[in-house]
């Protein structure tokens, strides 16, 4: 009924959703790898929203595969009527994943070429993703905090984007840099809102 009468007086409902992900162990590094490459990829694409989402399904589905590795979670979002204040409020959890620790990457230089193969490795990995999208998706408007309804979240998200319903996506992670650790006393420190799994 109430769907109807959103149509009726031609309003859109909008979906503004962040998901944090913290994963944990000796194997997690390689997962660096693909988001840094969705993050150059992204930055090649100008925002193109297409690349952007096929980015977000590459993640997705890596963290997918890395399910025996997630060790917290936490989402949060709201439901909006207006563009223009779901564009503000993306904005503000933009800024908000970006101040967080190490979650900026420095795709300026190619430094990282030159390195001793000895850098350490860490052993924790945060994925922040930010999306808003049109209508509605139950799998991703609920409590993520345990494992099943994360795995159903992620699929979710990959069938926003097949299904063209995306308006924004972000994807912050951090260490963002190879080399660089994650200890666990920042992570209670910059990523309070994490409830294991």
């Known amino acids: 009924m109430s769907n109807l009468f959103n149509k009726m007086i031609g309003r859109t409902r909008y979906v503004v959703f962040r998901l944090f992900l913290h994963l944990g162990g000796g194997e997690v590094a390689p997962i660096l790898g693909v988001l840094n490459s969705a993050g150059r990829?992204?930055?090649?694409?100008?925002?193109?929203?297409?690349?952007?989402?096929?980015?977000?399904?590459?993640?997705?589905?890596?963290?997918?595969?890395?399910?025996?590795?997630?060790?917290?979670?936490?989402?949060?979002?709201?439901?909006?009527?207006n563009e223009g204040e779901a564009g503000d409020y993306v904005n503000e959890l933009f800024t908000d994943s970006a101040e967080r620790y190490l979650s900026e990457p420095d795709y300026s230089s190619d430094s990282g070429l030159n390195e001793p193969l000895s850098i350490p490795v860490t052993r924790n990995?945060?994925?922040?993703?930010?999306?808003?999208?049109?209508?509605?998706?139950?799998?991703?408007?609920?409590?993520?905090?345990?494992?099943?309804?994360?795995?159903?979240?992620?699929?979710?998200?990959?069938?926003?984007h097949y299904k063209h319903r995306l308006k924004a996506i972000q994807v912050h992670f951090s260490p963002a840099q190879l080399g660089?650790?994650?200890?666990?006393?920042?992570?209670?420190?910059?990523?309070?809102?994490?409830?294991?799994?």
């Open 180 to 197: 660089d650790e994650l200890t666990s006393d920042q992570l209670l420190q910059y990523y309070p809102e994490l409830i294991p799994l």
């Open 125 to 160: 990995v945060i994925v922040m993703i930010t999306v808003a999208y049109e209508g509605e998706v139950p799998e991703l408007e609920t409590d993520l905090s345990n494992v099943q309804a994360l795995k159903e979240g992620l699929k979710a998200l990959i069938n926003l």
């Open 41 to 81: 990829d992204a930055i090649d694409a100008d925002g193109d929203l297409e690349v952007l989402g096929e980015g977000l399904v590459e993640i997705s589905q890596t963290l997918l595969q890395y399910d025996e590795y997630w060790l917290s979670a936490a989402n949060e979002g709201d439901v909006l009527w």
